[in-house]
T-cell receptor, first 108, second 112 residues
Framework: RKEVEQDPGPFNVPEGATVAFNCTYS??????FFWYRQDCRKEPKLLMS???SGNEDGRFTAQLNRASQYISLLIRDSKLSDSATYLC?????????FGSGTRLSIRP | NAGVTQTPKFQVLKTGQSMTLQCAQD?????MYWYRQDPGMGLRLIYY???????DKGEVPNGYNVSRLNKREFSLRLESAAPSQTSVYFC???????????FGPGTRLTVT
């Protein structure tokens, strides 16, 4: 089993829709979690950290479920500019592990 | 602040040639990393430096060497380039291991 797993997608949704993706991790002792976005041929950029209590940044909400060992990212009122690959990142014993990413495509 | 900078942006090498990829950060971060990303694939860690003066192997270190020149700079060297090393190389830095990482713009390397 991979240490961090994501559905590769692509998720193809209309503008204005709400979309959510999950990411599962295998090490129950994992300590910190992040979501990054990566545009085509660009570097990954930090989208948000994921806190135990869940956190929101504008249209984006991140949640952590330690019991089931997954984190989620919810995007509300999606925009064309949200089209990107979303990478789940898990800190496990001071080792940062990147998921392979979920591709999101927003259509007009 | 420039964040993380990488040079060069693009490079074409012939098999067997050597080159050094440069990376610098101005965020006073302790930890620095080198990744490669192949088309349609995730990031794979080549080497990292948890703090100035230390370096450790990542997932795919073969064919590469690194130098943590000082706190700001972390270079990646290909001693004898092979076509399998054609990839996009990203450098990243973080306040410490386990913290969020900030990436440079990448170097697109082609080995023919």
């Amino acid at each position: 089993r991979k240490e961090v797993e994501q559905d590769p997608g692509p998720f193809n949704v209309p503008e204005g829709a709400t979309v959510a993706f999950n990411c599962t991790y295998s090490n129950s002792a994992s300590q910190s979690f992040f979501w990054y976005r990566q545009d085509c041929r660009k570097e990954p950029k930090l989208l948000m950290s994921v806190y135990s209590s869940g956190n929101e940044d504008g249209r984006f909400t991140a949640q952590l479920n330690r019991a089931s060992q997954y984190i989620s990212l919810l995007i509300r009122d999606s925009k064309l500019s949200d089209s990107a690959t979303y990478l789940c990142v898990v800190n496990s014993a001071s080792k940062i592990i990147f998921g392979s990413g979920t591709r999101l495509s927003i259509r007009p | 602040n420039a964040g993380v900078t990488q040079t060069p942006k693009f490079q074409v090498l012939k098999t067997g040639q050597s080159m050094t990829l440069q990376c610098a950060q101005d965020m006073n971060h302790n930890s620095m990393y080198w990744y490669r990303q192949d088309p349609g694939m995730g990031l794979r860690l080549i080497y990292y430096s948890a703090s100035e003066g230390t370096t450790d192997k990542g997932e795919v270190p073969n064919g590469y060497n690194v130098s943590r020149l000082n706190k700001r700079e972390f270079s990646l060297r290909l001693e004898s380039a092979a076509p399998s090393q054609t990839s996009v190389y990203f450098c990243a830095s973080s306040p410490g291991t386990g913290y969020e990482q900030y990436f440079g713009p990448g170097t697109r390397l082609t080995v023919t």
